[in-house]
């Protein structure tokens, strides 16, 4: 792909190729208050949490949304590759979702109704066995948790534990699955509990310095060996959990055939597979799954951000045969939200009819390719890798190959500056990431490439 236009700093505020409506609502008036987003910045910055995230570098006050643009209270437009931290498969305010939950609303249907049945929960359920790897479906169960993914994540370790009797679990190296403590516990950051930490094959970074095919076969072997250890410390696990491409740890695909042999060794000793496909799930690794790629079926599955078509949603998927605990095991007040539901099954039978996992295949090869051409000529960008619309880019000190966060933090910055919103992840928050909507068209890929590309060199020349 080439990169079509030049962008400097003044694209921020020029409309970028996108079907972004004209104005139909105004700024909330403000009661005797500074009204601007300089105001409001300023009360966030004043009112809300140490803790906040995003708001932090990403001072923007969105007043409007359509597709790939998010409009700020300033009138600045942005191409908005963070997509609602990967949530956002159509893009904002897709039509049919927006119809969908129009349709819900004018129909007068409760809005809340705890986990009872409804014609809406129906269709939700029946779309999504429908997008099932059927070997899963033919034989699934759904548990609807508390809206987010971290709940789903709780909810599949609970399922586990209680099918099998045990309590640990294998995790990874890198992995991230939520806020709540049991997925806290699992994800890479935490230092105990009971969760035996097993190594993520990576390339870039691999733990055995050999990477590719070779590297993933060793953490494989690594994997097997302490389980059939008997003086391994490690008993026989409840379940594992695995993310299909690590997000949050940095844009690691597993490699398909590592997956297999993981699906293997588990399968084999009695296991559960957790597939926690939060990220993943939807089309977004240019597959409806991100375990499609490799043909494995897990045990259980956790879904959430992109099934609830933007608005909160989390279930887990699983097998039957675990189906053992008691009701109320897992419960939680706002387990049925209609909008999220009508949303979701909106946002799947899209991407189901419009082939938009086979889209985002395609132009995730188009554009990961154009960004190595990239990496060519500039060497603190040391990897480029994805999967699908899932794309990373991990800058380093050209000198040293070390990570490079304060580099990745300036371009950032610098993208936002050029209207482009992206998202960093990775160890050491060193990886730009790009979580561009599926419904992207070629233009705006080439618009993102164009902004990226622009950035690069600029966030470079920052005296450090
Ligand atoms: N699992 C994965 C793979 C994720 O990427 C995330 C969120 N980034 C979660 C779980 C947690 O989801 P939530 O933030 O909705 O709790």
Not at 108 to 114: I, S, Y
Not at 153 to 167: F, I, W, Y
Not at 237 to 247: H, N
Not at 267 to 290: C, H, K, M, N
Request: net charge neutral; with cysteine.
């Amino acid at each position: 792909m080439a990169f079509t236009e030049p962008a400097g700093a003044a694209a921020a505020t020029q409309a970028p190729p996108q079907e972004m409506p004209q104005a139909t609502h105004q700024v909330p008036p403000q009661t005797g208050r500074a009204a601007g987003p300089d105001g409001i910045l300023r009360r966030q910055a004043q009112r809300e949490s140490a803790a906040r995230t995003y708001a932090r570098s990403l001072p923007i006050v969105p007043v409007r949304a359509r597709g790939l643009t998010i409009e700020g209270a300033d009138g600045r437009r942005y191409l908005d590759c963070l997509s609602g931290a990967g949530t956002l498969a159509l893009g904002h305010n897709h039509p049919v979702v927006l119809e969908a939950v129009r349709g819900v609303l004018d129909s007068g249907a409760p809005l809340h109704v705890l986990d009872l049945a409804t014609p809406v929960k129906d269709a939700f359920t029946t779309e999504l066995f429908a997008n099932l790897p059927p070997a899963l479906a033919a034989d699934a169960r759904i548990q609807f948790c508390g809206p987010a993914g971290t709940d789903a994540v709780e909810a599949a370790l609970k399922l586990v534990r209680t099918a099998t009797g045990r309590s640990g679990l294998l995790a990874f190296t890198g992995a991230y699955h939520g806020m709540t403590s049991g997925a806290l516990e699992a994800s890479g950051g935490a230092a105990e509990g009971r969760v035996t930490r097993l190594p993520y094959p990576q390339d870039f970074r691999c733990p055995f310095g050999v990477g590719g095919p070779e590297g993933a076969e060793l953490a494989a072997r690594w994997t097997e060996n302490l389980l059939d250890d008997p003086k391994g410390g490690v008993s026989l696990p409840a379940g594992l959990i695995v993310e299909p491409v690590q997000g949050e740890g940095g844009v690691n695909p597993a490699p398909d055939a590592w997956l297999r042999r993981i699906r293997d060794i588990t399968a084999s000793r009695g296991i559960p597979l957790i597939a926690d496909e939060v990220q993943t799930g939807v089309g977004r690794t240019g597959a409806f799954w991100g375990v499609d790629h490799a043909g494995v079926v897990p045990d259980v599955m956790v879904l959430s951000k992109a099934i609830g078509g933007s608005l909160p949603l989390a279930v887990i998927v699983y097998r039957s045969g675990l189906d053992v605990w008691a009701p109320g095991a897992h419960a939680g007040t706002f387990r049925g939200n209609q909008l999220a539901m009508a949303a979701g099954t909106a946002t799947l039978a899209f991407v189901r009819e419009n082939r938009l996992a086979e889209r985002a295949a395609v132009l995730g090869d188009r554009m990961t390719a154009a960004l190595r051409g990239l990496a060519a000529s500039h060497p603190c960008i040391g990897d480029v890798r994805g999967r699908g619309l899932m794309i990373g880019l991990e800058l380093v000190d050209p000198d040293t190959g070390a990570a490079a966060p304060a580099l990745a933090a300036a371009v950032r910055q610098e993208c936002l500056e050029r209207g482009l919103i992206v998202e960093l992840g990775g160890r050491h928050s060193a990886v730009v990431r790009l979580l561009p909507p599926l419904t992207l068209t070629d233009e705006q890929a080439a618009a993102v490439l164009d902004r990226l590309a622009d950035a690069i060199p600029a966030a470079a020349r920052r005296p450090r």
